[in-house]
């Protein structure tokens, strides 16, 4: 797990993976941010999310994923941004 700082304050372990896909449907073509933070915290908004590899802003939760199973709560988002860190 991986420590991640969420809306610039709490800190959590957990995952993130982030996608950015080209939207050749719009005119002109824009960069589309898309990913999943999963993680055992329940989070009640979530607008920014920082790693040591990259951050997201915007965030937009549109789906919560909860199993009987584990106590991972996954989110699936999409994201005004994404700017990766400098090494």
Excluded: W
């Amino acid at each position: 797990m991986a420590n991640i700082r969420i809306n610039s304050v709490a800190m959590i372990d957990g995952k993130v993976t982030a996608n950015r896909i080209l939207d050749k449907s719009q005119n002109p073509p824009r960069l589309i941010v898309e990913g999943a933070l999963q993680t055992k915290e329940y989070i009640e908004e979530i607008f920014r999310i920082e790693t040591a590899r990259f951050t997201l802003e915007d965030v937009e939760v549109f789906h919560e994923s909860f199993g009987t199973e584990d106590d991972e709560i996954v989110y699936a988002f999409t994201a005004g941004n994404l700017i990766v860190a400098e090494d």
